[in-house]
């Protein structure tokens, strides 16, 4: 089936470092997400993104928090400053449609901040 | 909170038994997508049930849905090993966002 693909798979860095973290959404796909797992913890929404544009985003996507898609390539996420808080994995996920469209999602990317 | 309390479960059946998961949201939706999850991956939808649907099948697993007391459940009828995973529901408000809250997740393990 269509595959999501996220680099890298695991981050290390320390705090207050810039990290962006890499998508290749489904290549028809029009709508795309980011969602945070801490370990444990349900996923949890922050932002998704739709014609070049943030359409929505939830509380934890913070002011240090930017996404952008230039020119079709990678749909990035991007944290600067990171902080202690944003060890997470973070899933990608894309969708041809946005209400009530199947979204596939990709594995993950583990951030680890120290 | 969007859900209750109840759906953080941790289930162990044997192979061959039947499981039912549950899971309450608090707010509209107008579809519940059920995501299983295999360790170190990414969810993978498994059942999409609409609002106008009361029941949903797809191979050995069903979905039900009651929106007058806002619960839906997921059944796997004969389990087998590989359906070993956490399985999450998530819910769809229906804005043109596409926005998924999911709930905490049942994890679910197999034994032979």
């Known amino acids: 089936g269509p595959k999501v693909l996220q680099i890298p798979s695991h981050q290390i860095i320390d705090m207050g470092q810039m990290v962006t973290l890499n998508c290749d959404p489904v290549s028809n796909h029009l709508y795309f997400y980011w969602y945070k797992q801490i370990l444990g913890q349900q996923m949890e929404f922050l932002v998704n993104f739709y014609n070049g544009k943030v359409m929505e985003k939830s509380k934890l996507f913070k002011d240090q928090f930017s996404v952008e898609r230039p020119d079709g390539s990678y749909f990035t996420l991007k944290i600067q400053p990171t902080a202690l808080e944003d060890s997470a994995v973070y899933f990608c996920?894309?969708?041809?449609?946005?209400?009530?469209?199947?979204?596939?999602f990709g594995p993950g990317t583990r951030l680890t901040v120290l | 909170s969007q859900w209750g309390e109840e759906n953080l479960q941790a289930l162990s059946i044997q192979e061959g038994e039947d499981v039912t998961m549950n899971c309450s949201y608090k707010t509209y939706t107008t579809v519940v997508h059920w995501y299983r999850q295999d360790s170190g991956r990414g969810p993978a939808l498994i059942i999409l049930?609409?609002?106008?649907?009361r029941e949903k099948r797809s191979g050995r697993l069903r979905a039900t849905l009651d929106t007058s007391s806002q619960s839906s459940s997921l059944s796997i009828t004969a389990a087998q090993c590989e359906d070993t995973a956490v399985y999450f529901c998530?819910?769809?408000?229906?804005?043109?966002?596409?926005?998924?809250?999911f709930g905490e997740g049942t994890q679910v393990t197999v034994i032979s």
């Open positions: 049930i609409r609002s106008n649907e």
């Open positions: 998530a819910t769809d408000e229906g804005g043109l966002s596409g926005k998924l809250t």
């Open positions: 996920a894309s969708s041809l449609a946005g209400a009530l469209a199947e979204q596939f």
